[in-house]
């Protein structure tokens, strides 16, 4: 079969796509699940607007009970995608690799903490552009990490990007202080604290639109793992902090984040300067007297 034809195929709801391959035999929903960015997202590649065309079809014919043809508008829609040219930043196909990408970095300053109380730490994300993000935390005790990573064709896209990204954060932090009984997660970002708070009252189904819940190395994907460990830490506490308001533990998990970002673009050793700049802000933190600043 060949699709032809210059009309713009339009996007599918992502609720529109997922319902539908809910109502497929699981064979053919697994075929489909790798179409989703096709089906979803690429509206300015003709490659994929002729296989969101088939898709349509395949979708009717699951309706109508008409298996045998869905199964070959699968197949066909499959052949575009695997051989057709894909438009230039077409999210259906995977960005190329990143020149460098690092492991998480993580760190211990030293410092007086003169009072009682849960850890504090603050965790922040820095997206500049469709490459890169970064991420970072820093908590009171002088313990700090950041990471960054290249996008991946997994990755939503728009605002699911930063949120997904702030949320990462927050996992990087609760690998590093692990079973810590008592702990205070500061946020700046308002979508995030949803997410945190749905899933320490136990609606551990929740996530943000777009985000991809298929198994990663054969292990549920970061936020997955991460819901059920907010759900199951009671003496965890998460507050909103304003963003780029002079709070020195938001600032430094800022500041981590973004050397986080711009390292990923060319290699260098980042420890010198987060040890630097977590220094710096946590003596302002504890000189502010922690929570009472």
């Known amino acids: 079969m060949r699709v032809t034809g210059r009309r713009t195929i339009p ?49 009717a014919a699951v309706r109508h009970g008409d298996t045998g043809n869905a199964e070959m508008l699968a197949g066909e829609a499959e052949h575009h995608l695997g051989t057709g040219p894909h438009s230039p930043g077409c999210p ?5 690799s990143a ?3 690092w492991p998480p970095v993580r760190g211990r300053v030293p410092v007086r903490r003169g009072r009682a109380g849960p850890l504090v730490a603050a965790t922040d994300a820095s997206v500049r552009d469709a490459r890169a993000y970064g991420i970072g935390y820093v ?9 960054a990573r290249p996008f ?3 990755d939503p896209t728009g605002p699911g990007t930063v ?10 932090l609760v690998d590093d202080v692990g079973d810590a009984p008592d702990l205070l997660v500061l946020v700046d970002s308002l979508s995030a604290l949803h997410y945190l708070r749905a899933w320490q009252r136990g609606d551990t189904s929740r996530f943000p ?5 298929r198994p990663r190395r054969a292990r549920p994907p970061t936020l997955v793992r991460l819901a059920e460990r907010v759900a199951h830490r009671p003496g965890l506490r998460t507050e909103h902090v304003k963003g780029h308001s002079g709070h020195p533990l938001n600032e430094t998990a800022d500041s981590l984040a973004s050397i986080a970002r711009r390292g990923l673009a060319r290699p ?3 420890t010198a300067r987060a040890e630097s700049l977590v220094t710096a802000f946590l003596r302002a933190w504890h000189d502010g007297h922690g929570l009472a600043a």
Do not use: I
């Open 11 to 59: 996007t599918m709801p992502m609720k529109e796509f997922d319902d539908a391959r809910a109502r497929m035999p699981p064979r053919l929903a697994a075929r489909t699940q790798p179409m989703r960015a096709c089906a979803t997202r690429s509206l300015g590649c003709p490659c994929c607007g002729a296989a969101r065309r088939l898709l349509w079809l395949c979708f």
């Open 92 to 96: 259906q196909v995977a960005p190329p």
């Open 99 to 101: 020149p460098y990408r």
């Open 139 to 147: 908590v009171d005790t002088g313990r700090w990490g950041m990471r």
């Open 152 to 154: 991946r064709h997994q």
């Open 163 to 172: 949120l997904v990204g702030e949320l990462r954060a927050v996992n990087l």
């Open 209 to 213: 639109a777009g985000y991809d819940l």
């Open 268 to 270: 260098l050793d980042p």
